[in-house]
């Protein structure tokens, strides 16, 4: 990646990894700053998108690595809106995006649009965020330069089963089915926004990533027994921010991946996703539904 006048939106509410992914930008771009920054001026610019208070305490520490920070709150379609045209009026490109934001088996509850929290923001957010702003990763990619979006899922995905007539977990809520839906959910719309850009000849790609089991506060809403053995075992056990980061950051940056979309990562390795993953009928339906959610049109009916 290491080009300069580069565009990344990285949304998200763990300030670890969202600095951590900033840092190995920043540092992907250093040698070229050091070569042609005194000639031209230029530098990448990041942006972040986080939601709720952890996001905002975090921009201190962020501006400080040449970011700018604009609040996005990706349990609030209002808020996914107005972060779109406050970066919009920037008129400049988008190379990368990468949909990291989320909750974990938090109890039951609704976004401010009414949707389930886990399905809302770890899913319809993210989906609503893309959707938004491809224009705008469609027009700043190029041939030889694809533009990039990375989606982060789990590992969880693979126990996770889509329900179709009830996304919303309305008639059997559990946080652990939520979660896990959430994320298979975050694989099918990565396979089916790769079609669609296929389709279309678009110069731009689309990945899944997984971080593998890390250290961050989204283990907050679980039992505070579990709680109490992950800070015990976090060492052993758990991946660092920087470790956690490193596959969404191969995501975004290596060369291996130029061109290539619909893939699932991990220890920046491609692999197989959950069998049902590649049902092309689910992806379609599955994005027909979320388009009928989120309240837009649906791009693949053209195609």
């Known amino acids: 990646m290491a080009r300069l006048d580069m565009h990344v939106i990285i949304a998200g509410n763990c300030e670890n990894e969202g600095q951590e992914a900033v840092r ?3 540092e992907e771009t250093l040698n070229e700053k050091v070569n042609r920054g005194k000639e031209t001026g230029q530098f990448a610019s990041n942006y972040l998108g986080a939601r709720g208070k952890r996001g905002t305490e ?4 962020i501006l400080l690595l040449e970011v700018e920070f604009i609040h996005c709150d990706l349990a609030s379609m209002k808020s996914i809106q107005q972060f779109v045209q406050q970066f919009g009026v920037k008129n400049c490109p988008l190379h990368v995006l990468v949909n990291n934001a989320g909750v974990m088996l938090v109890p039951e509850r609704k976004t401010e649009d009414g949707f389930e929290e886990h399905f809302g923001v770890n899913y319809l957010g993210h989906f609503l965020l893309t959707n ?5 990763l469609k027009q700043s990619g190029t041939h030889s330069l694809n533009a990039r979006v990375i989606s982060v899922s789990s590992a969880v995905h693979y126990v996770g089963e889509l329900h179709l007539n009830d996304l ?3 008639y059997s809520y559990s946080p652990h089915g939520a979660y896990a839906q959430s994320k298979l ?5 990565t396979y089916r926004l790769q079609h669609l850009l296929t389709a279309e000849g678009s110069f731009v790609t689309a990945n899944v990533v997984d971080p593998g089991v890390v250290d961050t506060d989204l283990y907050r809403h679980v039992f505070w027994a579990v709680r109490m053995v992950k800070r015990i075992t976090s060492w052993l056990f758990f991946k660092t921010a920087e470790e956690g980061a490193s596959t969404s950051i191969y995501a975004a940056v290596s060369p291996e991946l130029e ?4 893939t699932y990562l991990y220890n920046e390795q491609r692999t197989k996703s959950v069998d049902v993953s590649y049902d092309e009928e689910l992806q379609r339906k599955l994005w027909t539904e979320s388009c009928k959610m989120v309240g837009i049109s649906d791009i693949s009916r053209c195609l």
């Open 168 to 170: 919303q977990s309305r």
């Open 132 to 136: 938004l702003l491809l224009d705008m």
């Open 58 to 61: 975090a921009r201190h520490q």
């Open 259 to 262: 061109g290539v979309g619909g």
């Open 24 to 26: 190995k930008i920043k």
């Open 185 to 189: 959910a975050l694989v099918l719309f």
